[in-house]
């Protein structure tokens, strides 16, 4: 018979490889202090990563190590649509000179799959494999309002409606208003709701059966994305690349 209990020692090798990636390098009594967890358990989760080759002990610090890259890699490769989109979001990005990024929800959250820099691209604190609160982006929210009201429910209800910024939206009923908004206009907008500073516009992907796959979308700063640009020229080359996409899925 199953158990849904959880195991210790594995949430606490997840919690130190979680809190490695956010540092270069970091020795065990910084980690341990960090996660709150004894020095003696830290080290002995360290040793036992390091010589299965997932960190790397470099004169008493501790990283990641690479072997990490092939369990990602793996797991990006089950979502057909990230080999698909791939090269078109790295066209829109040099067409366009800003930042272009594919989403999808997992567990509740939105991760990055792929992301490309145009020569003017903003540096954000986005990457590959970074999770994120749905209801702050316009990626998040295409991908929300594609999906069942119920689903969405299930989602408020695990991660809540946190506020980002000043102007995330954190009610429910007025999130609902807005997905269906974008529901009816097949875009959605972010006027710096998950990062001061940004705008963006994103679009859903769906299959030939409308579930939403993912997220596709355009971000720059708001002293250069403003009015038209914002509001028509993102979101229709948006849709030019979302019908290539689909098309794409449908007959790869």
Not at 10 to 35: F, K, P, S
Not at 87 to 108: D, Q
Not at 228 to 243: G, H, V
Request: charged residues 30%; glycine residues 8%.
């Amino acid at each position: 018979m199953g158990s849904n209990v959880p195991v210790n020692a594995v949430e606490t090798t997840l919690r130190i490889a979680e809190a490695l990636q956010d540092h270069d390098r970091i020795g065990v009594t910084d980690l341990a202090d960090e996660i709150d967890l004894p020095r003696s358990t830290v080290f002995n989760h360290l040793k036992t990563l390091e010589q299965n080759e997932y960190v790397v002990n470099e004169g008493g610090s501790y990283r990641l190590g690479c072997r990490w890259l092939k369990l990602g890699a793996e797991a990006r490769s089950y979502h057909d649509v990230h080999e698909v989109a791939r090269k078109r979001i790295n066209g829109l990005a040099n067409e366009t000179g800003e930042l272009s990024a594919l989403l999808v929800e997992e567990h509740g959250l939105g991760v990055f799959l792929h992301r490309a820099e145009g020569e003017q691209a903003i540096q954000v604190d986005s990457h590959v494999s970074q999770r994120i609160f749905l209801h702050g982006a316009a990626l998040g929210k295409a991908i929300l309002a594609s999906l069942p009201r119920d689903r969405v429910d299930e989602i408020i209800d695990r991660r809540g409606l946190p506020a980002l910024t000043a102007n995330t939206i954190t009610d429910r009923e007025v999130l609902f208003d807005e997905l269906d908004r974008i529901a009816e206009r097949g875009v959605a907008f972010d006027d710096q709701e998950r990062l001061n500073g940004l705008r963006s516009a994103a679009v859903p992907i769906t299959d030939e059966d409308d579930a939403v796959l993912g997220a596709i979308s355009l971000a720059g700063p708001t002293n250069r994305v403003q009015d038209e640009r914002f509001r028509e020229t993102f979101p229709a080359k948006l849709s030019d690349i979302k019908n290539v996409i689909q098309l794409d899925l449908t007959y790869s």
